[in-house]
């Protein structure tokens, strides 16, 4: 059974960082590109990174240059560094993997931006 463990998100000023990670279990993690979601209030979810098995990384356009993606395989964890955070990054960033079967979702950790 894939599961998928999120920490990391609170409340943080403008200009602030934090560090989200995900801890998964129940795959060959290194096998598998590993994605960050978020869906803000009212908005609709929306891919925030990516790292595929290779080491590739993909950004939406809206945190490239402050957001990085980065992971250790040997510790079947995905992390998030989130730098220079603004309001209108406050969401609820989840943690997904796409298996054979199935897409994976972690039940996700607030991050609140407000001065």
């Known amino acids: 059974q894939v599961q998928l463990v999120e920490s990391g998100g609170g409340v943080v000023q403008p200009g602030g960082s934090l560090r989200l990670s995900c801890v998964a279990s129940?795959?060959?993690?290194?096998?598998?590109?590993m994605n960050w979601y978020r869906q803000g209030p009212g908005k609709q979810r929306e891919l925030v990174a990516s790292?595929?098995?290779?080491?590739?990384?993909n950004y939406g356009d809206s945190v490239k240059g402050r957001f990085t993606i980065s992971r250790d395989n040997a510790a079947n964890t995905v992390f998030l560094q989130m730098n220079n955070l603004k309001p209108e990054d406050t969401a609820a960033y989840y943690c997904?993997?796409?298996?054979?079967?199935?897409?994976?979702w972690g039940h996700g950790t607030q991050v609140t931006v407000f001065s």
């Open positions: 997904n993997v796409n298996t054979a079967s199935q897409s994976h």
């Open positions: 790292m595929n098995r290779y080491g590739n990384r």
């Open positions: 129940g795959i060959s993690f290194a096998a598998y590109a």
